[in-house]
């Protein structure tokens, strides 16, 4: 049963393990072939041979463990040590017994693949928890920068780099460093700086790029020099860059390597999904302030007035600079606004330089309405330059620190009015969507610049239409005087159809007349107009008040904006001093007479223009005494918020008793009696007979 | 006392031994010399974090400075009322000694430095022993990659049958070590520089000096020797780091003729 234990076996020297005698002190005293061939020796070995070969953090090893192991304990089960043999570095496994004289019997394995395999595993190991904690760090952090900061947190520990920085791409091209980390704590330094060369060549070849960087004053023997990391995030393009610096004449290592293109990876990953929930915030809050600017410029009307609110509300979540330029309002600016508003002179000067093309009236372009460039561009000194601006000029605009600029066409129906710039002094680092939305906000803001532009063209033709249609001057001689007042309504989306005239008929005969139209703007002053006309036409006839409303209510019968319009008419006989009056549907005149309470002229009451249907006008006569006025006037002046008409003329009666002087004087009846704000318009005839005057 | 697991023996007549462990074990490290002085009192003991001594006693800032242990052993010494003992410390707790003598010049009677080396690491014209890469490279060794010292380091249970008086003593005992504190041991062992205090030792000394200690070569107990006024150096024949272990009678010897 013994039989192959019984053969001669020589297992000292054939088994693969080194087998050695030692005293207490290590030194060998009987080796194998194995231990022989471990250390290169031919046939003795040197005593010190195990102890000279032990690496120095074994041999401390050893003096503080083994040693009272073996001489306290008898024996060492189990000790790891790294030994410098003829094949280099070894990592080898050991156990040894007393043997009871003082000696020792060692038994030892090269385990060098074993160690290698398992420091391989432990090093997977942790950079599988590494990467583990990274997703998860990531998972939490929401922003850019909070992403950076949790990376460089692993990263920079995890390859024991001593600092580094994780930049993002902008749409201009340009990295803008969002988180850095250093060991120690010093952070006035980032490592591998953005223009750094390892980074430009990362970022080209879109791949890691590792490179050994010589440091000043190092003696070329490598003593002194730095190892750089640039890790490019790649998602849809470059989105940024991980610059590391591993100092202390260090290296990283192929797994170190590794962990960093994983990190990258996981960081790009989790830079994407977070540029795109930022991208979609974006769009909400672009659609939000879109509507909120368009709705809150409409509170102005003049074009100037909407342009500037635009400018103003756009500074400064869109940009610390916005100029809003129209093509019909130049040289001055329509709209301009800076965050810091003492600049703001400076950039109307630089306007021409800046935004503008030439000087002067710029005329509208026409056509080439489909070609709308939204033109984002940063300034730079050379493109200023060559764009002929001169260097002053060059100077001040790189001051504002601008960084980039969107010029965006305004086009309202088919046309171009102007242009919006926009001009920021941080750089976009995800332009998607900007353009869109510049476009949509200049579309939206070019309308509503044109509707106000459209209105303001409105009431201007209607105030312009009806102050041809009063007269000019007012007929007058030594027997009397007439004064007037007009004002029309303060609310230009409200110019009235008030109107009032007078007009000889032959020496001694004078034909007054106040009224007002239903309705506003261009319609009702031409109505008004109209009306005026026909009132000329049918009283030169000389066939007196009644026959000239009958006749002028048949003609408002049959035009539809006249319809309803009220009318006072007077023929004064400047003979006789009396006033023969009728009112279709007007408000009563005053006459102020010396020596009496102020009377309504209220007989010769008829129904509005155009109701009469064929009865005659009743007309009512007045004698003028000396000195007295007749006040005529529309419903502006009476009509006042929380009083009725009939209080209001009675106030008006009032006051005209108590300052009868106000009678002569229709400017200043008006400011003492009308409402502060004319709503509507206001129009006042006053007429006089001279004191003086024979009867 | 109780902090470090000590023993006291033997009669009061002789002079008062104490007996310190240096870095990776405790103080049965100690016994195989401590036994060749029956006629003295001897006291071994465990520094705080090794051995037997008290776990809550730990303190890692305390610790961080060789200070720290010194404190420890002049407490100890003078709660035990000894008088002009000798101590006796091999490897870092030979500079353990060197501090308790500066800090209390009175309390010894004398000093046995086993292996001493007031620093390590190569420094301009002092030769340690060591670069700075290469201590980087064993604390690093220690720190990053535990597992092989600490297999060491953590409890083995003796069991030789030629030594038996061991086995059953140290059973529990031997050359235990908490890692935390293993690791900063070697830390403050290796980084400490107490070249500056051997000039304070006023007592008469002793350096035990081996021949082909890679950790504490001759030149550097030259160094010791030359920057102690009244010491001694005795080269053995032994060679190693840890003669009160392989050659314990030959130190003993030595400690012996010191004494006398």
């Known amino acids: ?695 | 006392m109780e902090r470090h697991s000590a023993v006291v023996r033997g009669p009061d007549s002789g002079v008062p031994l104490v007996f310190v462990h240096g870095f990776g074990c405790d103080k049965s490290m100690w016994e195989p010399v401590a036994s060749e002085f029956p006629d003295h009192r001897v006291v071994l003991v465990d520094l705080v974090g090794f051995g037997d001594s008290d776990p809550d006693a730990f303190d890692a800032r305390k610790y961080a400075r060789l200070e720290g242990h010194a404190d420890d052993m002049i407490e100890l010494i003078t709660s035990l009322e000894l008088e002009s003992p000798v101590f006796i410390g091999h490897s870092v707790a030979s500079m353990i000694g060197v501090l308790v003598a500066k800090a209390e010049p009175q309390l010894l009677g004398g000093l046995v430095l086993v292996g001493p080396s007031p620093l390590y690491i190569d420094t301009g014209d002092y030769r340690g022993g060591f670069s700075r890469e290469t201590i980087d490279g064993l604390l690093n060794s220690v720190d990053d990659d535990f597992a092989a010292w600490s297999n060491a380091i953590a409890p083995m249970i003796v069991a030789n049958p030629d030594r038996p008086e061991f086995a059953e003593r140290l059973a529990d005992s031997f050359c235990r070590s908490d890692p935390q504190a293993a690791r900063l041991l070697a830390r403050v062992t290796f980084l400490s520089d107490n070249r500056a205090d051997l000039a304070h030792v006023k007592v008469p000394t002793l350096i035990v000096q081996c021949r082909q200690d890679v950790i504490a070569p001759e030149e550097v107990g030259a160094y010791v020797h030359q920057q102690i006024a009244h010491s001694e150096l005795v080269h053995l024949a032994a060679s190693g780091h840890c003669p009160h272990l392989t050659a314990p009678q030959e130190t003993a010897s030595a400690i012996r003729r010191f004494l006398a």
């Not at chain 1, 005593?47 to 008898?74: H, K, M, N, W």
């Not at chain 1, 410098?84 to 017994?97: K, S, Y």
């Not at chain 1, 920068?145 to 902008?170: Q, T």
């Not at chain 1, 809003?324 to 003492?342: C, K, N």
Request: aromatic share 4%; glycine share 10%; with cysteine.
């Open chain 1, 1 to 695: 049963m013994t039989s192959s234990l019984d053969a001669d076996v020589d297992l000292a020297g054939t088994v693969p393990a080194a087998i050695m005698v030692t005293d207490l002190e290590g030194k060998v005293l009987a080796a194998n072939d194995e231990l022989r061939r471990w250390f290169g020796a031919t046939e003795v070995v040197e005593p010190r041979a195990f102890l000279d070969r032990l690496a120095p953090s074994s041999r401390i090893y050893y003096e503080s463990v083994i040693t009272p192991s073996l001489c306290l304990g008898g024996e060492v089960p189990d000790a790891n040590l790294d030994m410098e043999l003829e094949a280099g570095l070894r990592h080898t496994l050991w156990a040894a017994r007393c043997l009871g004289d003082d000696t020792a019997c060692w038994a030892g394995l090269d385990i060098t693949g074993r160690v290698l395999q398992q420091r391989q595993a432990a090093t997977t190991e942790r950079r599988l928890a590494r990467l583990q904690r990274l997703s998860s760090g990531l998972l939490l952090a929401r922003s850019a920068p909070a992403i950076g900061d949790a990376l460089l947190a692993e990263l920079v520990d995890g390859v024991k780099a001593d600092r580094g920085f994780m930049a993002l791409a902008l749409a201009s091209g340009e990295l803008e460093v969002v988180a850095r980390h250093e060991l120690g704590g010093d952070a006035t330094s980032v490592g591998p700086v953005v223009g750094d060369p390892v980074v430009g060549a990362a970022v080209e070849m879109q791949t890691a790029v590792f490179r050994t960087v010589e440091l000043d004053g190092g003696s070329g023997d490598r003593s002194e020099w730095e190892q750089v990391a640039a890790i490019p995030l790649v998602g849809d393009g470059i989105l940024g860059i991980i610059g590391l610096r591993l100092g202390r004449s260090a290296e990283y290592s192929r797994e170190e390597q590794q962990l960093l293109i994983a990190a990258a990876d996981i960081t790009s990953a989790s830079l994407a999904r977070t540029m795109l929930h930022e991208r979609l915030e974006t769009v909400a809050r672009r659609d939000a302030s879109l509507s909120a600017v368009l709705h809150a410029m409409e509170a102005e009307t003049s074009v100037r007035a909407r342009a500037q609110r635009l400018a103003d509300l756009l500074v400064p979540d869109h940009g610390e600079l916005v100029v809003v330029d129209l093509d019909e309002v130049s040289p001055e600016l329509a709209g301009l606004r800076h965050l810091d508003r003492s600049k703001e002179d400076d950039i109307r000067r630089l306007h021409r330089h800046l935004i503008g093309r030439g000087t002067g009236r710029r005329t509208p372009r026409p056509g080439n309405v489909a070609d709308r460039p939204v033109d984002h561009r940063v300034p730079t000194p050379e493109g200023l330059s060559a764009a002929g601006v001169d260097a002053q000029a060059v100077d001040a605009i790189m001051n504002l620190g601008l960084r980039s600029v969107a010029r965006v066409p305004l086009v309202a129906r088919n046309r171009r009015i102007g242009q919006l710039t926009l001009a920021s002094a941080s750089a976009e680092r995800d332009s998607s969507g900007l353009e869109e939305f510049h476009r949509r906000l200049a579309d939206g803001a070019a309308l509503s610049l044109d509707n106000a532009r459209l209105y303001e063209h409105e009431q201007s033709i209607a105030q312009q239409l009806q102050a041809v249609l009063l007269p000019e001057h007012l007929p007058g001689d030594a027997r009397y005087a007439l004064a007037h007042f007009y004002e029309a309504a303060t609310d230009v989306g409200r110019v009235g159809g008030d109107w009032y005239d007078a007009f000889t008929l032959g020496e001694d005969r004078l034909a007054l007349t106040v009224g007002d139209v239903v309705g506003g703007g261009v319609t009702a002053a031409r109505t008004m107009g109209r009306l005026r006309t026909a009132i000329l036409a049918f009283a030169q006839d000389g066939r007196g008040v009644d026959a000239t409303l009958a006749s002028l209510d048949r003609f408002a019968a049959g035009i539809a904006d006249a319809f309803a319009a009220s009318v006072l008419y007077a023929e004064v006989d400047l003979v006789s001093m009396t006033i023969e009056y009728g009112c279709a549907g007007h408000l009563p005149p005053v006459l102020v007479a010396p020596g009496a309470a102020p009377v309504l002229l209220d007989g010769g009451r008829n129904v509005l223009l155009g109701l009469l249907q064929g009865r005659e006008p009743s007309v009512a006569t007045s004698g003028l005494p000396a000195g007295s006025s007749v006040v005529m006037y529309t419903d502006g002046l009476i009509e006042r918020p929380g009083t009725t008409i009939t209080a209001s003329i009675d106030d008006l009666v009032r006051l005209l008793a108590d300052e009868r002087d106000l009678a002569r004087r229709p400017h200043l009846l008006a400011q003492r009696f009308a409402s502060a704000q004319w709503s509507d318009d206001t129009c006042i005839l006053c007429f006089t007979r001279s004191p003086a005057s024979p009867t």
